[in-house]
């Protein structure tokens, strides 16, 4: 399950990047595999990238059911060049874990919205 922190607000400059992810055509997958497709999705492209931001409570994180809400905010000592890196490589690892079928999964298409 993905999780809000509160304290992700701390020093928090009032800005930010989010990102909407949804999975297209979610609702009509068996109960079971949406939520092996969102357990994927969080193993594969979610916490390998941003297990540090979210340890430092550096992103918000919220889920959306058949997908997520993720927020990188611009903190007061937030660097914009490092902030767009982190958030190129989350789009990029959500991309390849779409792209990439296993086992478990189909490949699937995703909305992603800024």
């Not at 990047?17 to 969080?42: H, P, T, Y």
């Not at 594969?44 to 941003?50: E, G, H, I």
């Not at 931001?53 to 000592?77: E, S, V």
């Amino acid at each position: 399950m993905l999780k809000f922190s509160p304290d992700a607000f701390q020093e928090w400059s009032g800005s930010g990047l989010v990102v909407f992810v949804d999975i297209v055509g979610f609702s009509k997958l068996a109960v079971g595999k949406q939520s092996r497709m969102v357990s994927q999705m969080k193993t594969r492209a979610v916490d390998p990238v941003l297990k540090d931001l979210r340890k430092n409570n550096r992103i918000i994180i919220l889920p959306t059911g058949d997908g997520l809400m993720a927020c990188f905010p611009l903190y007061l000592d937030s660097k914009e060049e490092e902030i767009r890196r982190q958030h190129l490589t989350f789009l990029a690892a959500l991309l390849h874990w779409a792209e990439n079928p296993t086992k478990e999964n189909d490949s699937c298409l995703l909305r992603i919205g800024m």
